[in-house]
């Protein structure tokens, strides 16, 4: 043998174990043996954490369970199915055609950090997933997502996935039998407000499209349920917006847009207008419709609002409320501050709005009535003045005020309704 001969054939043994190698490396995927050797070696370069149930990375996949814990955030899934289409690793993108898993837990933790002095405004280091995950077949038995003060649950939710650099995007989104729950703050001694932790998810949650179906809240103690729900939104570090929500109610519907900082002092601001199906069986003048502007830290939001009616009553001039005023929703009692001014065109003849007083037959109010409220949700002054004719006078000031305390807090399930009331009347000759 000569020493090209054995030359030669030396390098075909090299080349020949090479190929061999990159042989048996591809095949390793597509063997149960490899593919758990594979997942258990993924805990090492990410932060994921896999439990391998069956099946392979090239086919369906099944794991008992799946974890993700960074700063802020636990992720967890349950008996996870997993399906790949293969062609889409030649893009370095995971494509899957199912995606399912019995539950899903999703914790966002109080960060526990404080505003830098030199930069308040900083934002945190956002985390960037590791691999581009595009998933079209997403379905879920069940969600839990939890923050400090409040959770989320539903039933079956089904959707689109798509997951590159630092965000994570979710369209066409069905989920039912939806609860969302605020915690009531609990009251501290002195009435000291409550102090709002800093609230930061540290990647983008993006939703171009979502709809509930069958829902129900409890939001400081006030419990309620919903027919449908739709939003579009985004939630990226500390700052949630809403591009649109919807909500169908049996009593009414509602459309709003705004946006949250969830940090230092909390500034929130939001625009809303809600529809009643019907209005108030109490209320004469079938105001329905209530339109509300609010901006401002929680611990003095102002706010302003109209109300008025879709529907006016046919005997009646159509009467607009314009109402304004500032609230500290960091308070248990959340006390508050508000004027109002009430507006028409012509009389508007008193007995209509208080049929069953006998005494007020002939009287009409003469626009604008003006008046303020202050106090918190146990007791509230309130003040009027008007203008009105009847009674023997051609034209009467009446200046009205009143006091209302609840032995319990309206939130209270137990508050006793029968409030006592103070009310004092000074009224005048006017030309």
């Not at 199912?98 to 985390?127: I, K, Y």
């Not at 208080?354 to 109010?365: I, N, R, W």
């Amino acid at each position: 043998m000569t020493a090209r001969t054995l030359l030669r054939g030396v390098v075909a043994s090299i080349v020949g174990m090479f190929f061999l190698s990159l042989f048996l490396l591809l095949l390793v995927p597509l063997t149960e043996a490899g593919t758990r050797w594979l997942l258990s070696r993924l805990s090492d370069y990410s932060p994921l954490v896999v439990e391998y149930g069956s099946g392979t990375v090239l086919g369906e996949l099944n794991l008992h369970a799946v974890s993700l814990s960074i700063d802020g955030l636990d992720v967890s899934l349950e008996d996870l199915v997993v399906a790949l289409n293969p062609g889409c690793l030649w893009n370095s993108r995971v494509c899957l055609t199912t995606l399912s898993a019995d539950r899903v837990e999703v914790h966002v933790r109080d960060s526990g950090q404080e505003p830098s002095a030199a930069d308040p405004d900083a934002s945190p280091e956002p985390f960037e997933f590791p691999v581009a995950v595009s998933a079209t077949g997403v379905s879920l038995d069940s969600l839990l997502v939890t923050w400090p003060g409040g959770s989320w649950r539903n039933q079956h939710l089904s959707g689109t996935v798509n997951i590159f650099n630092e965000q994570l995007q979710v369209d066409q989104v069905q989920l039912e039998d939806g609860h969302l729950e605020i915690e009531a703050a609990a009251a501290e001694a002195g009435g000291n407000p409550l102090v709002l932790p800093d609230i930061e998810l540290p990647f983008a949650l993006v939703v171009d499209a979502l709809k509930l179906t069958r829902g129900s809240y409890a939001l400081y103690g006030q419990a309620g349920e919903l027919e449908s729900l739709a939003l579009a939104g985004e939630w990226s570090a500390h700052t949630v917006a809403l591009e649109s929500l919807s909500l169908a109610m049996q009593q009414a519907d509602l459309e709003l847009v705004g946006s949250l900082r969830m940090s230092e002092s909390w500034w929130l601001q939001s625009s809303a207008a809600a529809t009643m199906a019907e209005p108030l069986p109490s209320d004469p003048l079938a105001l329905n419709r209530l339109t509300v502007n609010l901006e401002g830290a929680l611990a003095q939001l102002g706010w302003e609002a109209v109300l008025d009616s879709t529907s006016p009553v046919s005997n009646l001039p159509p009467v607009v409320i314009q109402l304004n005023g500032e609230v500290n929703v960091t308070q248990d009692q959340l006390p508050f501050s508000a004027q109002w001014q009430a507006q028409w065109q012509g009389d508007l003849p008193v007995g209509a709005l208080l049929p069953d007083v006998a005494l007020m037959e002939g009287m009409s109010l003469r626009s604008p009535v003006r008046g303020g409220v202050a106090g918190n949700l146990q007791q509230q002054r309130l003040l009027a003045d008007l203008r009105a004719s009847g009674l023997g006078y051609n034209a009467l000031t009446v200046s009205l005020q009143a006091s209302l305390v609840e032995s319990q807090p309206l939130h209270d399930k137990n508050s006793n309704p029968n409030a006592a009331a103070a009310v004092k009347v000074t009224s005048v000759p006017y030309r």
